[in-house]
């Protein structure tokens, strides 16, 4: 769930009390953990984690992040959305790690200006869209992917099962319209699990082929591969 999102249900629930808050997004991470290929426990720590986050970068400044969407997957970190000032683009992302539950940062914050209610309710939209596709897909487990869009950027997260299952969900997101690009910070199962050779170190992956997108430079930011 986006930050707008979450705003909006935040402030329907708010009437019945903190408590209220605190059981829904519990209950919401023991359903979502049932069916996803991970533990109730990664679900609970991606889902307070993004609050947190969310929370910090509005009690920063609601003018300057307020269309910075924050999404949290096994542990890793998307930004998304706008800011005016490339300080703010910085800032954002050091709050994110501010979290102790954060394994790595995706900075994909854009500067520019405002985009408007019509601008993000388009890219909603084609979130809805995206999401309708892989849950028709036979061959996507669709509860793996988390789906963030800005201005027609498709963003994949989640666990794929297979590089073949990546692929094919990436090809789904790409026909529906208004999408002009899909990139993935998608973790393949099958990479993961995989022994490592006994002369190698094995390193976690997002993306099909992990060792070009981390760079070579100790700072070098995350990069997603796009589609």
């Given at each position: 769930m986006n930050l707008r999102l979450a705003a909006a249900a935040l402030a329907l629930v708010l009437p019945l009390?903190?408590?209220?808050?605190?059981?829904?997004?519990?209950a919401s991470a023991v359903g979502l953990a049932a069916a996803k290929d991970k533990t109730l426990g990664e679900s609970v720590d991606d889902t307070t984690a993004s609050t947190e986050i969310k929370t910090k970068l509005l009690a920063e400044s609601l003018n300057r992040f307020g269309e910075v969407d924050v999404e949290v997957n096994n542990g890793l970190v998307l930004l998304s959305g706008r800011v005016d000032d490339p300080t703010?683009?910085?800032?954002?992302e050091g709050i994110a790690w501010t979290s102790t539950r954060v394994m790595d940062v995706a900075n994909e914050i854009k500067i520019e200006p405002a985009g408007g209610f019509m601008a993000n309710m388009s890219d909603e939209l084609i979130s809805s869209r995206v999401r309708a596709r892989l849950i028709?897909?036979?061959t996507v487990k669709s509860l793996n992917y988390n789906i963030e869009t800005y201005d027609g950027v498709v963003y994949l997260m989640?666990?794929?099962?297979?590089?073949?299952e990546l692929k094919r969900a990436a090809e789904e997101a790409s026909v529906v319209g208004g999408v002009r690009q899909v990139v993935s910070y998608v973790r393949i199962r099958e990479l993961v699990q995989r022994p490592a050779a006994p002369t190698t170190q094995a390193a976690p992956s997002y993306n099909p082929t992990p060792s070009p997108t981390y760079g070579t430079e100790s700072d070098a930011e995350l990069l997603g591969v796009s589609y």
């Open positions: 009390g903190g408590c209220a808050v605190a059981a829904v997004g519990a703010d683009r910085v800032q954002a028709g897909s036979s989640g666990t794929a099962r297979t590089a073949d």
